[in-house]
């Protein structure tokens, strides 16, 4: 199976900062991979799809970069909606695996 | 508007059988590559199955071979999830996640959860 290893794996921002959170996928996935936001007791959301396609009606201050085995997602600005836990998911070869996830505080 | 809607929760015995229900709306099953997506509590997000378009085929996580079963009734356009065998460490929510194939591969339609706990 593919690993995916995301970090930081918690993350304290101020609002207005800039946020990055880094997946690594254990061998190269193209750019197969896949970006979801977690809020509290709700299902996942899709925001970023092949590594940097925003998906429509998502706000353009998220952002994706990457390909091969190193991803980054970016906030560019924060805001108090973006709090919540954050997955990397890759596509690429079958089982579909997740990251641990990065939960993102307000500091 | 497509939607997922998801049957309510449940609470089982280890040793039991569970079958999670997804009711599509706004677009057909036929139209979604279904998959079912599981979170044991404060845990992460943990694939279980779902069907490969390249192969048309289910093809089921290792982890839940022997112990799980995804079907479809395209003439409800419900999927099903039937996890068997049940224990404690199955207590997780699970989702059933569609892939329309407007973005890649990714899962952009996701029913509300299913709260599914194994307790004796």
């Known amino acids: 199976d593919i690993q995916m290893t995301q970090s930081p794996s918690s993350l304290s921002a101020s609002v207005g900062d800039r946020v990055t959170i880094t997946c690594q996928a254990s061998?190269?996935?193209?750019?197969?991979l896949n970006w979801y936001q977690q809020k509290p007791g709700k299902a996942p959301k899709l925001l970023i799809y092949d590594a940097s396609n925003l998906e429509t009606g998502v706000p353009s201050r998220f952002s994706g970069s990457g390909s091969g085995t190193d991803f980054t997602f970016t906030i560019s600005s924060l805001q108090p909606e973006d709090i919540a836990t954050y997955y990397c998911?890759?596509?690429?070869?079958?089982?579909?695996?997740f990251g641990q996830g990065t939960k993102l505080e307000i500091k | 508007q497509v939607q997922l809607v998801q049957s309510g929760a449940e609470v089982k015995k280890p040793g039991a059988s569970v079958k999670v229900s997804c009711k599509v709306s706004g677009y057909t099953l036929t139209e979604l590559s279904m998959h079912w997506v599981r979170q044991a509590p404060g845990k992460g997000l943990e694939w279980m199955g779902g069907f490969d378009p390249e192969d048309g085929e289910t093809i089921y996580a290792q982890k839940f071979q022997g112990r799980v079963t995804m079907t479809e009734d395209t003439s409800t356009d419900t999927a099903y999830m039937e996890l068997s065998s049940l224990r404690s460490e199955d207590t997780a929510v699970y989702y059933c996640?569609?892939?329309?194939?407007?973005?890649?591969?990714?899962?952009?339609?996701w029913g509300q959860g299913t709260m599914v706990t194994v307790s004796s």
């Open positions: 996640a569609g892939s329309t194939g407007t973005t890649g591969g990714a899962f952009d339609i």
């Open positions: 061998q190269d996935i193209s750019n197969y």
């Open positions: 998911q890759q596509y690429d070869n079958l089982p579909h695996t």
